[in-house]
C-alpha cells in the first residue's frame, strides 16, 4: 500500500516568515494530493491540493509543489501569521482504489508573534 | 447547517464496555469513512462505505463494526473497549469514488477508555 512520510513533525517559524513542509510517497499511482490543516480541538480541513498533471499551485500565501518524478510534494506558507499555527497533514490518494487517502503524520506548526 | 455530523462529541467510559459513535452528512456525498486519531496525532483510516457499502476495511480489530444504513449515515460499534482505544475518531465523506474528491471532516468524538 502507499506510504507517505511528512517531515518536520514540528516547525516554528517567525511571523512573517516563510514555513515549508515537505512529503513523500511510495506509490508512482497516487495522483492526487491535498494537504488538510487541523487547528487545536478542531476538524482537519483542505486548505489545498494538487494533481499529478500539475507541478505548482498557489493560492494566497499557501502552494503546493509536486515533482513526480522524485515522489514528493511540499506545502509553502509565506508571510506566516499567527493564525497559520495549526498541524497539516499531506495526503496521498490512490485513484485506482476508489477514495482512498493516506495521510502523513503531520506537521506542528508555531508561528511566534 | 452542520455538513457532518457526529455524536457524542466526548465519550468517556470503562474498559470492557460497548459503545458506538453515530454520524450523519447532509451533502448528498457516496462515501463515507470513519479515521482514528491517536495522541500523537496520527490520522489512520478504518472503514470506508459507498454507498452503503464497505469498500476499505483497514486492519483494525473485529471489536469495531461499522454500519451504514443508508449513504447518509455511517455509525460505528466498539466492543468489549480496551485502554488503546482512547483517541479521537472522525467521521468524513466525499462525494463519489473520484481521488479528486475533497474529505469533509465531522467535529470528532473523543473517547477515553478507564
Redesign the interface.
Known sequence: GENVEQHPSTLSVQEGDSAVIKCTYSDSAS??F?W?K?ELG?????II?I?SNVGEKKDQRIAVTLNKTAKHFSLHITETQPEDSA?Y?CAA???N???????G??T?LTVIP | DTAVSQTPKYLVTQMGNDKSIKCEQNLGHDTMYWYKQDSKKFLKIMFSYNNKELIINETVPNRFSPKSPDKAHLNLHINSLELGDSAVYFCASSHGTSSYGELFFGEGSRLTVL
Open positions: 495522483n492526487y491535498p488538510y487541523q478542531k476538524r482537519p480541513q483542505l491540493d494533481r498541524v497533514f490518494s490512490l485513484s482504489t476508489g477514495n482512498q487517502f493516506y495521510f503524520t503531520g506542528s
